[in-house]
């Protein structure tokens, strides 16, 4: 890919540039070679002996030499510092054993003398052999007696050393603090501020910075930032939202989940930046951890989960949402949190009307544990479903945690994103980062090829939710597409041959026919190589180049 450039006077956002030499993943024209951007937004895509005509009076041609240029993604759900500090810090996702974990931890505590608490992330004692976490005993000789906090991969549970615990007073009589098991509840949100509060605004920022590179090296243009009282603090998140306005690198849409009751909450949220009190207002916790509030008890251990909201409490954040005009959701895993979810926005339905409901587009994360009710209670009501392809992946298939918490057949149910688009329901795909990893095209692969064959969608269909029903989650109808007028958010991509997948598995499921009338996308079969980023574009601006590219 190469650029000739006839002005470096402009406003790198007000100049013109012209795509041509590639392949443009447009609706406007499935056979579109070339794009013109004039002051951040799409002016025209079309065909290559057409661009001929726009070549003069450009400010840039860019040689896409066979590239992509698709819309730029969308991850509708992320935590940024802690992405960052994940990405900067102690990262034991790839931990195969409990030893390597601990000694993982010891070669980083031994690296940071510095640090007053040691953060790390990602452990998951289902994928180790020993099939349990580290004891505090490991914890406190691993980290050399010095406080570390270590949440398991999907932050709903953590283990701690007692130095950290030292600083948490009267953290032993919360609810979720049990001698010998992991921090759940109120006694983990303690320990995790006391370990957040040790974070000083420079490595924040640093940790901030970080994760927004790395969203913009993967192709992605826009997070939704998932904040909230019992995630980070309101420093975090204004911190956030401000380093984004002002420096360079891709959009950050902010919700802020913390229970609204009148216009006075609701103003406040918008005073913190945020677009909707939403995000991980939290029904239940996770599975991984046993805390999904589910109907029947787990398969593995005791209980039914932790319900932390019930359909009154919904119904009431829903109602005053809807009235303040102000975007409400909820994070929600089990099927006894989604049902208290669905029936509350039914409530609120009841005292403001369900088409007020349904302008509102609230929004519901996770929804993993689905059934046909609460399915079609998103449908009727128009509950964007934000969901994590990649925890199917990770946790999905027979032998995987989702079978080791619930036993198969319950397993088998969680993430239909068939049936969700079957029956209507917006979807839009995000990671959970750090929870999974910011991977847009594997989220995608993960869609089409869900562990369970009936949950399965078209690539297409799974590259719009990544794309295009973030920005509809947010609101927005007319971005998340290359088409004249909407905004210049685009990622160029190195690739193989572009294939449209046929929507019945009867017949040919890939097509390289142009006739089609379809633009192609990336084979994404498993085993295929996915997609490399050489250049990622937020509002007419690039802030991604792949280097030597």
Request: proline share 7%; with cysteine.
């Amino acid at each position: 890919m190469t650029s000739t450039t006839e002005s470096e006077s402009a406003d790198p956002g007000h100049r013109t540039v012209l795509l041509r030499g590639g392949e443009v993943h447009s609706p406007a024209d499935p056979f579109a070679t070339a794009m013109v951007v004039e002051r951040g937004h799409v002016a025209w895509v079309g065909s290559e002996g057409a661009a001929d005509a726009f070549a003069g009076g450009v400010d840039e041609v860019v040689d896409l030499r066979g590239a992509l240029v698709a819309p730029a993604f969308t991850d509708a759900h992320v935590h940024t510092t802690a992405t960052g500090l994940a990405l900067t810090g102690l990262d034991l996702s790839a931990a195969r054993t409990l030893p390597e974990a601990l000694a993982a931890v010891r070669a980083y505590a031994a690296g940071r003398p510095g640090d007053r608490v040691l953060l790390g992330h990602g452990w998951d004692a289902s994928r180790w052999p020993e099939g349990r976490p580290p004891s505090r005993t490991e914890l406190d000789e691993a980290a050399g007696g010095r406080p570390l906090y270590l949440p398991r991969i999907d932050v709903h549970s953590a283990v701690a050393t007692t130095a950290l615990l030292d600083l948490v007073p009267g953290v032993t009589a919360l609810d979720g603090f049990h001698p010998g098991a992991p921090l759940t509840g109120a006694a983990h949100h303690a320990v995790r501020a006391a370990a957040h509060a040790a974070v000083t605004p420079a490595r924040r920022a640093e940790a901030q910075r970080a994760a927004l590179a790395h969203a913009a090296a993967q192709g992605i243009g826009t997070v939704h930032e998932c904040g909230g009282p019992e995630i980070s603090d309101e420093e975090d998140f204004t911190a956030l939202l401000a380093l984004a306005g002002r420096e360079p690198g891709p959009r950050v849409v902010g919700y802020w989940a913390e229970a609204v009751t009148g216009a006075k909450d609701a103003d406040r949220v918008r005073e913190l930046g945020a677009l909707g009190a939403a995000g991980d207002l939290f029904a239940d916790g996770s599975l991984g951890s046993r805390t999904a509030c589910l109907h029947q008890p787990y398969a593995d251990g005791p209980g039914t989960g932790a319900a932390h909201l019930d359909a009154a409490a919904v119904a009431a954040h829903v109602t005053a949402c809807t009235e303040a005009g102000l975007q409400a959701g909820f994070h929600a895993i089990g099927d006894g949190a989604l049902t208290a979810v669905t029936d509350g926005v039914c409530r609120a339905a009841e005292t403001v009307g369900p088409a007020r409901i349904r302008a509102a587009r609230h929004r519901v994360e996770h929804a993993e544990m689905l059934t046909p009710a609460t399915i079609a209670a998103f449908a009727e009501f128009g509950l964007t479903a934000s969901v994590q392809p990649a925890f199917d992946a990770a946790w999905g298939g027979e032998d995987g945690m989702y079978a080791q918490r619930l036993g198969a057949e319950r397993a088998r149910t969680l993430n239909p994103f068939a049936a969700l688009l079957r029956a209507g329901v917006p979807l839009a795909f995000g990671s959970d980062s750090p929870v999974t990893p910011l991977d847009p095209w594997g989220s995608v692969r993960a869609a089409a090829f869900h562990r369970t064959p009936e949950h399965r969608i078209s690539v297409r269909a799974a590259f719009t939710a990544h794309t295009r029903g973030g920005w509809r989650a947010t609101g927005r109808d007319d971005a998340g597409v290359l088409v004249p007028g909407a905004p210049a958010d685009y990622a160029v991509w190195r690739t193989g041959e572009l294939l449209v997948q046929a929507p019945d598995d009867r017949v040919a499921r890939w097509s390289t026919d142009p006739r089609s009338g379809t633009p192609g996308l990336p084979d994404l079969a498993p085993g295929a190589e996915l997609p490399v980023c050489l250049r990622t574009v937020v509002g007419g601006r690039t802030v991604f180049v792949r280097p030597n590219e």
